[in-house]
């Protein structure tokens, strides 16, 4: 079996799972009573919000931890539109068409609620055109916020985000990222990036080696936000409830090692995901590349680990159904609630839509190899062949 | 049968679950799927649906198939189904027909589209849990579609449109069986579904409320107009005729001083036409187009002898037939006895003893 669906989740890392089992075990108490193992079980939380803070490049603004990357991008959309709605701002927002749909349906909730929301397409390279962006602040009522995803989880683009916020920004917009996919191997450095970049950014654990179930919302300092939930007053107010606190540990534990190893890991994924899309493309010529063909790290390039390929005239369920028996485990598009395929919104917005129903993702990870990604181009040309309309 | 693929359609049902479990001690390699066919328009209504639809089906399926030790997938042909089964379904009630869309869906959906997908899969053949038999005549050269052993389950009527081509690559493992040897079985394999209850409703539909979502298609079409008797007296008012069957007699709002049947339902004026007993009997109807299925079609247009089925679930009749103008796509029925329930779009089948000689929807009753 070749796992190529890294983006999808990851198999969690034994340092991670050792600091979880030890968290259980030494610390399980209840982080927020007065008590010394109360402590105990604070510090080691606390020790957790620092690594992953170290991870983000981000000594400043506060990191709420969530139950997923979901929930950090409902908490920024949901608390930036109750934030804005409590200032009488216009009720008007804007993201794009190509959003995960942790973000997207928000909107689409925020629009039954009575917001009005902008959808910006993406172009035929799976990006979200700044010029597009420009128009959509522009426009009156001036939006009450943005949100644009750091890279796109299908195709791994990367979005213009800090033109974004420099755009925005100038006209007092706060803007919201989805980094999900981006960072788990892009180092967002958002201290770096200082008011040029989002005020919001949602990650989560289980992209990097971490647990399921856990995620972290990064919220500037000074940004107004509203809380989804209501209770203890854990995590500022803002994500009440006894926290998850063995999935934290585990989490902070899956981004100290993250951090130490992207950049090397970033070259590596660069070769073995090059050498799977090298060896497809020699075998069939015609299968065709969904987003940039450049891997960067600047808006506009490709994150090294996704792979999405587009293969004309075969249907991508089919395809997905015969690599699966075949012992490669990829993804297509979006599944539905009963597990079925939907044909990808975001290649179709891509200026091919009959390349939707057509894709499969292929994604790469920590325990890819190149030998492997070789077999997996192998298998994926001849059962993409013998599918062939 | 030893390494040869089959799709088995799951849906989670103790018919549909036994037939996989058949398969797979026959030795075939079986892919079990569950078809995705119909998303109604809000989540909440989606959960409630009962029938091959649902999530729950889809879970109750998983879980067979996780028993079995067989892959299984969720295929995508909503497309498919929303263009065939539920097109035709609210283009034949705008027509003022009464359709049946068990029957299109096997013919475009369950034995062509899935068929076309288990061919991408690798696999020769598609399975389900109908109780129905298929074998090859050497004689005549042609596949044989029979009732099931169990003919208070016998499903072969919602099967007649398969093509020749269809049914040489579909496998009905439960046709040979009793429906209490089905839950017997299943009992004994430990299948979660041994004691559900099984849904006889149109899936898409909620609550066998097939007037409301008909509302929704086609609002249009639920205007109300008067109802009259067949010399054109006006006798009362109807409330949209999608919600009226040729020989219904109930829901009329009529006060008469014997009971009054629907005679026809009259798309083009928007009335319904309504008579006694002794007016609904019909004898003489059309079918169009016909599917030859045990039987290759009569070389001339004499009239023969067989029995006929007009509704999914009514007892056969005599009846004999002939080629309507000498065209194979065509027949001409005559009952013995007059029926009330001729309706057109429901299909009339043809048996002799178990087979299903040919069948279609019937197109027009004569007066």
């Given at each position: 079996m070749i796992y190529l669906d890294w983006a999808a989740t990851t198999p969690i890392r034994e340092e991670v799972l050792e600091a979880m089992v030890a968290f259980e075990r030494?610390?399980?108490?209840?982080?927020?009573?007065?008590?010394?193992?109360?402590?105990?079980?604070?510090?080691?939380?606390?020790?957790a919000r620092r690594a992953v803070r170290r991870w983000l490049g981000a000594e400043t603004g506060r990191i709420v931890f969530t139950s997923g990357g979901t929930e950090a991008d409902n908490l920024a959309v949901f608390g930036l539109a109750a934030a804005a709605e409590a200032r009488g701002r216009p009720r008007r927002a804007v993201t794009s068409a190509i959003e995960h749909r942790a973000v997207l349906d928000a909107f689409r909730?925020?629009?039954?609620?009575?917001?009005?929301?902008?959808?910006?397409?993406?172009?035929?390279?799976?990006?979200?055109?700044?010029?597009?962006?420009?128009?959509?602040?522009?426009?009156?009522?001036?939006?009450?916020?943005?949100?644009?995803?750091?890279?796109?989880?299908?195709?791994?683009?990367?979005?213009?985000?800090?033109?974004?916020?420099?755009?925005?920004?100038?006209?007092?917009?706060?803007?919201?990222?989805?980094?999900?996919?981006?960072?788990?191997?892009?180092?967002?450095?958002?201290?770096?990036?200082?008011?040029?970049?989002?005020?919001?950014?949602?990650?989560?654990?289980?992209?990097?080696?971490?647990?399921?179930?856990?995620?972290?919302?990064?919220?500037?300092?000074?940004?107004?936000?509203?809380?989804?939930?209501?209770?203890?007053?854990?995590?500022?107010?803002?994500?009440?409830?006894?926290?998850?606190?063995?999935?934290?540990?585990?989490?902070?534990?899956?981004?100290?090692?993250?951090?130490?190893?992207?950049?090397?890991?970033?070259?590596?994924?660069?070769?073995?995901?090059?050498?799977?899309?090298?060896?497809?493309?020699?075998?069939?010529?015609?299968?065709?590349?969904?987003?940039?063909?450049?891997?960067?790290?600047?808006?506009?390039?490709?994150?090294?680990?996704?792979?999405?390929?587009?293969?004309?005239?075969?249907?991508?369920?089919?395809?997905?159904?015969?690599?699966?028996?075949?012992?490669?485990?990829?993804?297509?598009?979006?599944?539905?609630?009963?597990?079925?395929?939907?044909?990808?919104?975001?290649?179709?917005a891509m200026g091919r839509p009959e390349l939707a129903g057509a894709s499969l993702r292929f994604s790469f990870g920590r325990l890819s190899d190149e030998e492997e990604a070789a077999e997996a181009a192998a298998i994926v040309a001849r059962e993409a062949g013998a599918l062939r309309r | 049968m030893a390494g040869m693929r089959v799709v088995a359609a799951m849906s989670g049902g103790v018919d549909s679950s036994v037939a996989a479990a058949l398969l797979v001690e026959q030795g075939y390699e079986v892919i079990g799927v569950t078809l995705q066919i119909w998303q109604a328009r809000d989540p909440g209504a989606q959960?409630?649906?009962?029938?091959?639809?649902?999530?729950?089906?889809v879970s109750d399926a998983r879980r067979v198939a996780e028993l079995l030790g067989i892959p299984y997938y969720v295929l995508n042909l909503q497309e498919a189904f929303r263009r065939s089964v539920i097109d035709d379904f609210v283009r034949e009630y705008a027509r003022g027909r009464t359709p049946n869309p068990c029957i299109v869906c096997n013919r475009e959906i369950k034995f062509a589209a899935l068929l076309e997908r288990a061919r991408e899969l690798g696999a020769d053949y598609v399975a389900s849990g109908h109780y129905a038999r298929v074998d090859w005549e050497p004689e005549r050269g042609r596949w044989r579609l029979r009732r099931g052993r169990d003919a208070r389950k016998d499903q072969s009527y919602v099967l007649y449109p398969l093509e020749q081509e269809q049914l040489a690559h579909v496998l009905f493992p439960l046709g040979g069986m009793e429906k209490a040897e089905t839950r017997r079985l299943a009992a004994e394999l430990g299948l979660p579904v041994a004691s559900k209850p099984e849904s006889q409703e149109i899936c898409f539909v909620r609550d066998g409320d097939y007037a409301r979502f008909l509302e929704e298609e086609i609002p249009d079409r639920f205007v109300p107009g008067p109802i009259v008797d067949r010399q054109g007296r006006v006798l009362g008012r109807h409330r949209g005729l999608p919600r009226y069957t040729v020989g219904q007699r109930r829901g009329l709002g009529l006060a008469a001083p014997e009971p009054l049947y629907v005679l026809e339902v009259d798309a083009g004026a928007n009335r319904l036409v309504v008579g006694t007993a002794s007016e609904a009997g019909r004898r003489r109807f059309e079918v169009e187009p016909v599917t030859w299925v045990s039987e290759a079609p009569p070389a001339d247009d004499g009239w023969r002898e067989a029995t006929v089925q007009i509704r999914a679930h009514s007892p056969v009749r005599a009846v004999r037939y002939r080629l309507a103008g000498g065209d194979p796509g065509r027949l001409e029925l005559e009952l013995l006895e007059p029926l009330r329930a001729v309706t057109p779009g429901q299909s009339a089948v043809l048996y002799r003893g178990d087979e299903v000689v040919a069948g279609g929807p019937i197109l027009r009753v004569r007066e």
């Open positions: 030494e610390a399980w108490a209840n982080p927020s009573s007065t008590h010394a193992a109360g402590r105990q079980a604070r510090s080691r939380l606390e020790a909730e925020l629009e039954r609620r009575g917001w009005e929301v902008t959808y910006l397409p993406g172009d035929g390279r799976g990006l979200v055109p700044p010029e597009s962006l420009e128009a959509a602040l522009e426009a009156e009522p001036g939006p009450a916020f943005l949100s644009l995803m750091w890279a796109n989880n299908e195709t791994g683009a990367l979005q213009p985000v800090v033109e974004a916020a420099r755009l925005a920004h100038r006209r007092g917009i706060p803007v919201h990222s989805d980094a999900v996919q981006a960072a788990p191997l892009l180092e967002l450095g958002l201290d770096a990036l200082g008011p040029d970049g989002p005020d919001l950014v949602a990650v989560s654990a289980h992209k990097l080696g971490g647990p399921k179930g856990v995620g972290a919302l990064w919220i500037r300092d000074g940004l107004e936000l509203s809380p989804l939930l209501f209770g203890g007053g854990q995590e500022a107010e803002l994500r009440p409830g006894t926290e998850n606190a063995a999935g934290i540990v585990g989490f902070g534990r899956a981004a100290e090692l993250a951090a130490r190893e992207a950049g090397a890991e970033w070259e590596r994924l660069r070769r073995v995901a090059g050498r799977f899309l090298g060896e497809v493309r020699r075998r069939l010529p015609d299968a065709v590349l969904n987003g940039p063909e450049e891997v960067g790290r600047r808006a506009g390039a490709r994150l090294p680990s996704i792979v999405n390929l587009g293969f004309p005239g075969v249907r991508a369920e089919s395809l997905l159904i015969r690599l699966d028996l075949a012992g490669v485990e990829a993804s297509a598009g979006a599944a539905c609630s009963a597990g079925s395929l939907e044909p990808s919104h975001v290649i179709a | 959960a409630r649906l009962g029938g091959c639809c649902s999530l729950g089906a």
